[in-house]
């Protein structure tokens, strides 16, 4: 079984869980929202072969994994200690890209090298970040958190498809993306 069947095999029984979406429908409760980034993350590392990083830093070895509604945006956030570091990884990762629906049965999997979002973005909030921290600020004017989001019309627009499931069955599959990818980060 190849990395997009095996993640696909989990998507089914765990992302697009039907039981669990009935239960929260039944007791008037929201489903979008229902899956933690934890198992987005995990569908990641079933998709790309990789495993997690640690504790900072990209999600998984050579690759971070970003969730978002269909039309939200993806949130990167960036803390005191560690955040400069995080954001000049950023440049060099890889970044996974995954839009859900409400009833998460559409998924659309996209990828963008780290590269190809540093001009844009990274490079563009790292003095942002710095400015933010800024250790000789009162400490009341510095946030506990820097927050930054690309868009989904961006990834839309710039990411390479790689995966589509349409009301639960897939659509769209490119086999050869994440290995082109895995080997562009070595890592």
């Not at 803390?79 to 559409?106: M, P, R, W």
């Not at 690309?150 to 349409?166: K, N």
Request: overall charge positive; charged content about 20%; some cysteine.
């Amino acid at each position: 079984m190849n990395s997009i069947d095996t993640a696909y095999q989990f998507y089914s029984r765990h992302i697009f869980d039907r039981e669990k979406i009935q239960l929260l429908r039944s007791h008037n409760l929201k489903v979008a929202g229902s899956v933690p980034s934890v198992l987005w993350e995990l569908f990641g590392a079933l998709l790309t072969g990789r495993s997690g990083a640690g504790t900072t830093g990209a999600d998984l070895l050579g690759w971070e994994v970003k969730s978002a509604k269909s039309g939200g945006s993806y949130e990167y956030q960036y803390h005191l200690n560690t955040g400069e570091a995080k954001l000049q990884e950023d440049c060099i990762v890889n970044h996974l890209f995954c839009t859900y629906s409400d009833t998460y049965d559409d998924v659309t999997v996209k990828v963008l090298t780290g590269a190809s979002l540093a001009n844009n973005h990274f490079n563009v909030w790292l003095p942002l970040y710095r400015a933010n921290y800024d250790r000789s600020a009162d400490a009341q004017a510095r946030r506990q958190r820097f927050r930054k989001s690309i868009s989904f019309g961006y990834v839309r627009d710039h990411g390479e498809l790689v995966l589509q499931i349409t009301g639960g069955v897939i659509a769209y599959r490119d086999d050869g993306i994440i290995r082109r990818y895995n080997e562009r980060f070595v890592g």
